[in-house]
């Protein structure tokens, strides 16, 4: 099994940035597809980015140009770069991941709160 911490969360005011860390163990880490997901109060769970083992990765369009994934398969760690952030980018933030051949991201960690101030 994989288990997945996030690190990084905090408050910062709009037009800042923030790096998310998510620390993941197993000897498959680097077969693995990685994703963050975020959550905002009312609102249904999204999936902000993600990065296959190959390194292409997707980003939602509300995101793009302003955060950043990427992965260290040494290091067994997905990081979510994230700038210019703005108040609605206020959630909390999860790592997650998936085999790469399986639809369904699997695997999570416990959430970090990304909060951004106007």
């Known amino acids: 099994q994989v288990q997945l911490v996030e690190f990084g969360g905090g408050l910062v005011q709009a037009g800042g940035s923030l790096r998310l860390s998510c620390a993941a163990s197993?000897?498959?880490?680097?077969?693995?597809?990685m994703g963050w997901f975020r959550r905002a109060p009312g609102k249904e769970r999204e999936l902000v980015a993600s990065i296959t083992s190959g390194g292409v990765t997707y980003y939602v369009e509300s995101v793009k140009g302003r955060f950043t994934i990427s992965r260290d398969n040494v290091k067994n760690t997905v990081y979510l770069q994230m700038n210019s952030l703005k108040p609605e980018d206020t959630a909390v933030y999860y790592c997650a991941a998936r085999g790469p051949l399986t639809a369904l991201f699997y695997y999570w960690g416990q959430g970090t709160q990304v909060t951004v101030s106007s």
């Open positions: 197993g000897r498959t880490f680097s077969s693995l597809v």
